[in-house]
């Protein structure tokens, strides 16, 4: 099955919007950050608003939901990509580049006594270590050995790969925010049904609580194709393609599967339109289901994907 990207070719971003609510009630609970706890700002009119969930967040669940970790790969549509895995001396999987906190620069790939991806990136990249950084070799050198990395992008911050000057800002972005908000407070206890007087510091004793989660008549998702920036990278049509097939695919099976962002935030998708170009028509999941394995066919066949597609490094600490 074929897709129409067609009314892409002349604009610079692909922008999208979602809207959510609760599941059940009308509560939620936002994403909360060390010594700040919930993120809340007045937007440009006054209005109170709330960040649901984060940019680097939103990054993680994309790639959470493309990945079958019963199976240690790929969920189906998307096999046959390539990626880095990493297991121990035994055999036995420990992560991987496409959920590993930095990705391709994951200490567990780079820093370990098996230097092959090391040793790799060096040799392929080389020429780099005066002068501007070839960012098409870069992502082509990505898209054949860990073609995720350039749709969440990836800085390899080593002083032996170009002096550290090799680095791609994300294809696709994306942050939940909510406008309009209003707390809703609430408690609780933690129960000693033993020794209620206990010595809490010690997690004995019962333990009062107050506990903040909020309303909002407009929660929206929003999602940031950088169309510009994949046609800058000179990968040729079919990995473009591909490229933004797959971030359709991350947005939609998210939208579809990915919204049980926490125990008191469960969401449900009401819509997706396109803001940017206006009138586009994001295609539906089962078409990307559909299209994506011929689309990765594709690009392996003309050479650009590793073979095999599966690059496994064994961790052992240096």
């Not at 599941?23 to 006054?46: I, K, M």
């Not at 359709?248 to 819509?271: M, P, V």
């Not at 396109?274 to 594709?298: C, D, F, K, S």
Request: glycine share 8%; with cysteine.
């Amino acid at each position: 099955m074929s897709l129409d990207f067609s009314p892409l070719k002349s604009t610079p971003r692909l922008l999208l919007q979602a809207p959510l609510q609760p599941v059940q009630g009308t509560r939620f609970q936002p994403t909360g950050f060390p010594n700040l706890g919930p993120a809340l700002y007045d937007g440009p009119d006054g209005t109170p608003m709330l960040l649901v969930e984060s940019a680097q967040s939103m990054a993680n669940r994309l790639e959470a939901v493309c990945w079958d970790e019963t199976a240690d790969d790929w969920v189906a549509p998307l096999r046959g990509l390539p990626l880095v895995k990493v297991v121990d001396d035994q055999g036995r999987p420990l992560t991987n580049s496409v959920l590993e906190a930095h990705r391709l620069n994951s200490p567990y790939i780079l820093e370990g006594k098996d230097t092959k991806v090391l040793d790799m990136l060096k040799a392929e990249l080389a020429d780099m270590e005066e002068g501007r950084v070839d960012i098409r070799k870069l992502a082509a050198v990505l898209l054949r050995v860990d073609t995720n990395a350039l749709i969440h992008g990836v800085f390899l911050a080593k002083s032996d790969l170009a002096g550290g000057r090799l680095r791609l800002p994300r294809l696709l972005s994306a942050f939940i925010e909510a406008r309009d908000v209003h707390v809703a407070q609430s408690g609780g206890v933690k129960n000693d049904a033993v020794d209620p007087s206990g010595d809490t510091a010690r997690g004995f004793g019962n333990v009062p609580f107050a506990r903040e989660e909020y309303t909002a008549p407009e929660i929206t998702a929003y999602f940031n194709l950088d169309l510009a920036q994949l046609r800058a990278l000179g990968l040729g049509e079919a990995a473009e393609n591909l490229l933004i097939a797959m971030a359709l695919y991350k947005i939609r099976r998210f939208l579809d599967t990915g919204l049980r962002l926490r125990t008191a935030c469960d969401l449900e998708c009401l819509g997706l339109e396109a803001t940017r170009p206006e009138g586009y028509q994001p295609p539906e999941l089962a078409a990307l289901e559909a299209a994506l394995p011929g689309l990765v066919a594709a690009v392996a066949d003309a050479g650009q994907l590793a073979d095999p597609p599966v690059t496994q490094v064994v961790w052992q600490k240096k």
